[in-house]
């Protein structure tokens, strides 16, 4: 049995003095039935409530997810459940993402460390780059790739390990972001290959680039102020972009082609902000990534597009 395909009976909350231990999908139901009947927003890389369920499990517990889902006999002792229940009252109170409660997030299959210094990963790119950004990059395997906003280093390392001849630079204007990150490339012992840049986008990136990746901020200050309270645990810095939210991407669409070789492709990320860019840029064709696995918004550009249509980024 799977905990996310057999969730039990609920039970009611557990009794803090009660020393008995207890089994992972008991608490497993418990936890589920406590999020779903609470006004949190699930969209923080955990994109439901069994989800939220499995990676708290998984914290305490100390075994990756789909092991804890593969064994929901596994024992909860008194002093587990009682962490437990104080790690899901601060989600439930504070409204704090599941992967700062737990300092842990998952992405493309790897596990990072995750905390307030940066967004909690959660981008699309993590499809594309399991799939070696086909059919996209074809045969080439590209030896320069760059990471535009890299927050805590997940793209920048995933793209690392899915390139492992490759060498990766992931920049951020942010210097906590980029301490996160350097946490995370130790972790998955990148050092060797993964340079870590602080900049205001290209202004201390040199040399040209076989791909470049980008997930920025792309958040209008309209929106930003109706988003749920989850998102006032990350730092706006990652989230918001002036000019209705395309300034941060318009720049990155004009100043890529400096930074790409012969050939090389632009990925970039806007989300929900892709019908702004759409009407921003009308004489501008512009491919969109299909996903299956969700998400949308992550449009491709190679370096002789973005020479020709520079103009019309700038006029923007
Ligand atoms: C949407 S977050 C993406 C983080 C990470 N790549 C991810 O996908 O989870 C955007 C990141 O861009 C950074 N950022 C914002 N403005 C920037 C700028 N002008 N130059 C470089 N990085 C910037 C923020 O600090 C934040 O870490």
């Known amino acids: 049995m799977r905990l996310l395909t057999g969730v039990g009976k609920i039970l009611t909350l557990m009794d803090p003095d009660n020393k008995r231990s207890m089994q992972a999908e ?31 499990l998984s914290h305490v517990l100390t075994r990756n997810p789909d092991w804890i889902n593969r064994n929901p006999q596994t024992p909860v002792d008194a002093e587990q459940a ?128 076989d791909l470049i990746v980008s997930n920025p901020p792309y958040v209008s200050k309209d929106e930003y102020q109706q988003l749920p309270a989850e998102y006032r645990h990350e730092p706006g810095l990652g989230l918001v972009s002036d000019g209705q939210g395309l300034q941060i991407p318009l720049t990155i669409l004009a100043q890529a082609a400096d930074y790409l070789s012969e050939g090389g492709l632009l990925f970039l990320e806007v989300g929900h902000s892709d019908q702004a860019l759409e009407a921003a840029l009308p004489a501008v064709p512009l491919t969109w990534v299909l996903f299956e696995h969700g998400g949308s918004g992550v449009c491709v550009f190679s370096r002789e597009e973005l020479l020709n249509y520079r103009h019309e980024f700038n006029r923007v």
């Open 26 to 56: 008991t608490l497993f139901a418990q936890i589920v039935s406590e999020l779903k009947n609470s006004a949190v927003f699930f969209g923080h890389g955990v994109a439901s409530a069994e989800e939220e369920a499995l990676l708290l």
């Open 82 to 209: 009682q962490r437990i229940r104080a790690l899901l009252q601060r989600r439930l109170d504070q409204r704090v993402p599941m992967s700062y409660v737990t300092g842990t997030a998952w992405f493309a299959g790897l596990e990072f460390v995750a905390d307030e210094r940066a967004l909690v990963p959660r981008s699309p790119f993590a499809e594309l780059i399991g799939k070696g950004f086909q059919p996209w990059l074809g045969n080439d395997r590209p030896e320069r790739v760059l990471d535009l906003c890299t927050g805590g280093g997940c793209i920048a390392i995933a793209m690392a390990k899915a390139f492992p001849a490759a060498r990766v630079d992931a920049v951020d204007l942010s210097p906590e972001a980029l301490s996160l990150a350097e946490i995370n490339r130790d972790k998955h012992d990148l050092s060797d290959r993964l340079m870590l840049i602080q900049s205001d986008l290209f202004d201390a990136v040199t040399g040209r680039y």
